[in-house]
């Protein structure tokens, strides 16, 4: 399978203009956003996805936070850094951008970026070898921390395995501040970007 082409390049989000999508993604990954340890998801796609699969079908979108007590063990942290499940109320605190993605079809090539993510290699080999397809998308993000952070409360609709969910219209006073400096996510950008030559 080829690479998918460029979703965006990065620009900054314009106050007031933040789509209600929400992108679901372990809490201790969007967390690991917003101390500027991680810039990639990778992602094969759940069994809601359709029977399109996956795809990166927004190019901005919250990070919404999902729970499970084995999280931890599937990443490369140390247990205190665990998280407790949050069941009557999700905490959203990041906001992202997709400056591109690609499709992983030999995980050798993803070794050197190991830096920039938390996850184990085993679980990474899981979701690669997961259905017919070999492989794994990778979406490259650009992280913003949401201030203030945007309490919601739980609802049906945001549960069941599918990688997007549909949010209330956010508070225009939301501001969004680059997680990483522009030259640190530069660098991570040629550097992610020199896996595809």
Known sequence: MLESPVISHYVRPMPGLLPAIGFKEWALVCESMLRGETSLIFRKGGIAEGKEGFRFKHSQFFLFPTFFHEQIAQTRLDATRDLGPQLESITI??????????????????????????????????????????????????????IPSWHLSFQSSFGGCRSWVDLPPPSPDLVCRPVLSDEEHERRRELVESVRQ
């Open 93 to 146: 605190e990041a906001f992202a951008y997709v400056e591109f993605t690609l499709w992983i079809s030999d995980l050798q090539t993803i070794e050197p970026l190991s830096e920039y993510h938390i996850l184990r290699p085993e679980l990474l080999e899981k979701r690669f070898n997961q259905d017919d397809v070999k492989g794994v998308h990778l979406a490259f993000l650009r992280v913003f921390r949401v």
